[in-house]
């Protein structure tokens, strides 16, 4: 039991009036009774551990949002998150691919140590090993709820599934919303043909399938359902401590978007698709607003990798970075990303330090006093770059750049990044496609080849020739990188590299 603040304002403003001193004394001791009540829930509420909601968008692009200089359609929920918490402007996934990415943000771990690359499609065997600890599982120790809404993509077998990780509740997508025989590019042929490539998606309620073959009119309103299903699991536990997990299966295309949002934007489909994104987040902040929560509430707002280029009208920007998801520059794997908790991360504030995904488990961790894993673990605790302490550094001496089978394409640290040779796929100048259809990349090669990202974000100019000394530290950090987690570019094994759970005879499968 509690009493608001209004309420005592009333008793104090009773005990002015009365006259007679009985009615003074009642008046103080009621006063006193409510102070007590008052002190007892604010110290209750100070030993509650803040909840945590992470949103995590699929392929949007570094200028995709009005914080990062979006200006063709409008975000106002994400300027308003930005405006009140945190803009971090160099914040990263470890792979600019869908399961790797995501495997990293629920471990807390290069996705390389966990042995994910790629993108799971509905033929994969392998998914997340139940040996790994996720951040549900973290938030579990001191007796959080959890949920996930959205695209999992860390396998689609029942063992591999959210619910068998931590989360109390699932609702979305096994993987990816293109990998469906319903794609652009496959609608010239037969249904019998496009399920050769492709078998029917299914949309999962904990680990039933409660539609087995989705169609578009189903997607339009995924935003929407994933949304609803977190803002009810808030309205059913906002007097507890919860984690919710929102990743949005938007805007990965094939885009969709429902009525409500159609030609909202006047900036096409993409826009639209964006500005329901934003709408999402703004239902998620005026739940906890209305419950009075969101002094409590860590909100994370970040993305799986950078923007989809070939997909032309249906991508979005990196700009002012270079390439996008499927590369290793800077415009695959740097996301744009706010952190949102008043009081207690600045409001109007910005992170120029490196963090990364991997970050968010062991942060949380700290923040609500849980034990981390007793195994290995790549994240590092950033509450003193969230709370804007003073002198606040980046706790990553290096940071690790793995894409493809285990290939370490590159490294760097606070300013210095070093490519390694490799190929990597790029439009060369050339437009996207346009109405779903992507154009085709060709290949590229790049050499050993220095970029200082605090004076060329876009990483035009190879300084390698300028700083032989920088190349010698970064190439020397990593030989300790491809001791520990392989190369495949040095055909490196890697001494510290867990394997993912495959499926065996004898489990559940979903389809």
């Known amino acids: 039991m509690s009493m608001p603040r209004s309420r005592i304002s009333y008793v104090q403003y009773a005990c002015c ?81 869908c399961s790797a990415s995501r495997s990293a943000l629920v471990t807390g771990c ?16 392998h998914g997340l090993n139940a040996q790994e600890t996720t951040i549900a599982e973290i938030c579990k120790q001191k007796g959080y709820a959890t949920a996930c809404y959205g695209k999992w993509h860390l396998g689609h077998h029942p063992k591999f599934l959210p619910t068998n990780h931590g989360f109390d509740e699932y609702f979305g997508l096994p993987y990816s919303n293109d990998m469906w025989p319903y794609h652009p590019e496959v609608q010239h042929l037969s249904i019998e043909e496009r399920l050769k490539r ?75 698709v964006v500005m329901e994104v934003d709408w999402s987040m703004g239902q998620i902040m005026q739940t906890l607003r209305k419950h009075n929560i969101d002094d409590n509430t860590l909100v994370i707002f970040t993305t799986d990798n950078g923007p989809w280029l070939s997909y032309g009208d249906h991508a979005g920007s990196a700009y002012p970075l270079r390439e996008g998801k499927g590369t290793m520059w800077e415009g695959g794997y740097r996301v744009p990303t706010l952190m949102w908790w008043p009081n207690k991360i600045p409001a109007g504030s910005t992170c120029d330090e490196l963090a990364s995904t991997i970050d968010i488990l062991p942060t949380v961790a700290h923040l609500i006093g849980a034990e981390l894993p007793s195994h290995p673990i790549d994240g590092k605790d950033i509450r003193p770059l969230m709370f804007a302490e003073p002198d606040a550094r980046s706790p990553h001496e290096y940071f690790y750049l793995y894409y493809g089978g285990g290939e370490l394409q590159a490294i760097r640290d606070r300013q210095w990044k070093l490519f390694f040779p490799h190929q990597y796929r790029t439009l060369a100048g050339r437009p996207g496609g346009t109405g779903g259809i992507p154009a085709k990349y060709s290949q590229a090669r790049t050499g050993t080849e220095l970029y200082d990202l605090k004076s060329d974000i876009g990483e035009e100019h190879n300084v390698a020739e300028q700083h032989p000394e920088i190349v010698k530290r970064l190439s020397d950090a990593a030989e300790v990188a491809r001791l520990k987690l392989g190369d495949k570019l040095t055909n490196r094994e890697g001494s510290e590299i867990r394997p993912a759970a495959r499926l065996e005879d004898g489990d559940a499968v979903l389809f």
């Not at 009774?33 to 604010?42: D, K, R, V």
């Not at 578009?216 to 929407?224: A, H, I, N, R, S």
């Not at 919710?244 to 639209?272: I, N, Q, R, T």
């Open 17 to 97: 009036l009365s006259e007679s001193n009985y009615s003074r004394l009642a008046c103080v001791s009621v006063l006193a009774l409510a102070m007590t009540l008052l002190g007892t829930a604010h110290s209750v509420a100070a030993e509650r551990p803040p909840n945590v909601i992470v949103m995590f968008i699929d392929d949007m692009g570094y200028a995709d949002i009005g914080p990062f200089g979006a200006t063709s359609y409008k975000t106002p929920h994400l300027d308003q998150m930005a405006a009140e918490g945190m803009r971090f402007t160099d914040f990263h996934v470890t792979s600019a691919v």
């Open 110 to 125: 290069y996705h390389r140590r966990i042995g994910f690359s790629g993108a799971l499609g509905p033929s994969a065997r």
């Open 198 to 272: 492709w078998p029917h998606l299914p949309l999962v309620e904990g680990t039933t399938i409660i539609n087995p073959e989705m169609t578009g009119k189903d997607q339009e309103l995924l935003t929407k359902q994933y949304t609803e299903h977190a803002v009810k699991f808030i309205e059913a536990n906002h007097d507890k401590p919860f984690f919710v997990y929102l990743p949005h299966s938007m805007v990965h295309v094939p885009l969709y978007v429902s009525d409500e949002f159609k030609g909202k934007s006047g900036a096409g489909l993409f826009g639209d």
